[in-house]
């Protein structure tokens, strides 16, 4: 079956017809359907399972953002968020960027960093080189950790010896460099820090206090890129002014971290979504866009000779397709089906490309019309949909309290009452 993201009008169905879409592009099954559809919500062994003291769900809308194509293949987003716009932003941005071929992606490795802190040396230069020169026993002690992960072709790959001057003295800090493959990797990290660290401290001197995994993940990065055409985003102008708005994030941190933040809505999304890590996600993107001294935006905007407008993103992704939630919890399963992606690179690349399109539509939005004639046109069909407006009726009602921008519950019951006497 060939099978197109590009739908249009998807947001004027009704969410049956909407899942009954989306269970046949994912060819998924009556009970993953039903897992996105969120009936009955989760089963109440399932919580249990997954944390302590449960009890109970929280439950958040989950949207199918459309319209992506991504290295040439098409795909169905699912995004897991509580905050109206962004779905149909990155449907849009999606939309508009399939003109020039969607968007093009890359990952490094899924390699992960082991942190292990040592303390008290001295003579922090000689330790630093004594562990390197025998860094073949760390990495064989870490491998020996993990037979499984070997088996998948991952295992520590190599190691980094730093020294950081603290306000008590200076530490020398491993970092071992593990290839995770489709985990998110905390576990198989931290197991290999602990296990290397008696050893690294027998080698050293000194005395031994953390073994962590870091979340600025710098070896395993997404990125991604589109092309957007000048005339599919209204021209010379909004691509200017997409262009200024991103040198406006560019040259200051408070906007800077806003323009970070409508990136993030995305990643975000489809991250929670999958069942995967947001905090670890949260915590490595900023970490990173600061890596300079500097913090800066995570994406870039730049004009291509034609006069179209060319974006990237690149930024840390611990994502996972195996262990944690995406195993367990039903709806994230349904959502990795339904995305197709058979590696944790894959759906960070997925991922980074829901970033890179979420920014964009934010910045064209911004640089126009600004982004509140949005957010009120689904404010204002809430608002007429709370007071029992008939279907048939709520785009009129909606265009017409957003047009005298009254989008109030009294102004729409005004208006639905006048339509319906029209109507009669
Ligand atoms: C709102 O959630 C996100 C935006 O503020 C992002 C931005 O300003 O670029 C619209």
Request: overall charge neutral; charged content about 25%; aromatic content about 4%.
């Amino acid at each position: 079956m060939t099978r197109s993201s590009r739908i249009e009008g998807f947001y004027k169905l009704g969410m049956s017809e909407r899942l009954r879409i989306v269970k046949e592009f994912g060819d998924l099954t009556d009970d993953e359907a039903m897992a996105l559809a969120g009936f009955g919500g989760l089963d109440p062994s399932v919580p249990d399972k997954m944390i302590e003291n449960a009890v109970g769900s929280f439950p958040l809308p989950l949207g199918i953002a459309v319209n992506f194509l991504v290295n040439d293949r098409d795909f169905l987003i699912p995004m897991a968020i509580e905050e109206p716009s962004v779905v149909a932003a990155a449907s849009n941005a999606a939309r508009m960027a399939r003109e020039r071929g969607g968007f093009w992606t890359s990952s490094t490795a899924p390699v992960m960093i082991g942190q292990v802190q040592l303390t008290g040396i001295k003579d922090p230069s000689r330790a630093k080189h004594m562990i390197l020169e025998r860094k073949h026993e760390i990495l064989e002690l870490a491998n020996k950790q993990d037979p499984m992960l070997i088996k998948l072709g991952g295992g520590a790959r190599d190691l980094e010896v730093r020294v950081i001057h603290t306000q008590k003295g200076p530490n020398v800090v491993v970092h071992l460099l593990v290839d995770v493959r489709d985990a998110m990797g905390a576990n198989a990290v931290n197991t290999m820090a602990e296990a290397v660290a008696p050893l690294v401290e027998s080698m050293a001197g000194g005395k031994v206090r953390l073994r962590i995994l870091s979340n600025l993940a710098t070896h395993r990065l997404a990125r991604a890129r589109a092309v957007w055409a000048k005339d599919a985003v209204g021209g010379e102008e909004v691509v200017d002014g997409v262009i200024e708005a991103y040198m406006f994030a560019e040259a200051d941190p408070f906007r800077c971290a806003t323009h970070n933040k409508g990136i993030m809505n995305g990643v975000d999304a489809v991250i929670l979504a999958t069942g995967n890590d947001t905090r670890a996600i949260e915590a490595g993107a900023p970490a990173y866009a600061a890596r300079s001294g500097a913090y800066k935006p995570l994406t870039t905007f730049e004009k291509t000779p034609e006069g179209d407008l060319v974006g990237t993103i690149e930024l840390p992704m611990a994502v996972g397709l195996v262990g944690g939630a995406t195993k367990v919890h039903p709806v994230a399963k349904a959502c990795i089906k339904l995305l197709g992606v058979k590696t944790a690179q894959e759906l960070g690349e997925i991922v980074a490309a829901v970033g890179l399109a979420q920014n964009f539509a934010a910045l064209r939005a911004l640089a126009t019309e600004g982004i509140q004639k949005g957010h009120m046109t689904l404010h204002a069909r809430n608002i007429v949909a709370s007071v029992g407006c008939p279907p048939e009726l709520v785009d009129e009602v909606c265009r017409i309290i957003v047009a005298e921008r009254k989008i109030r519950m009294d102004r729409a019951q005004e208006v639905v009452e006048e339509l319906k006497r029209k109507k009669k």
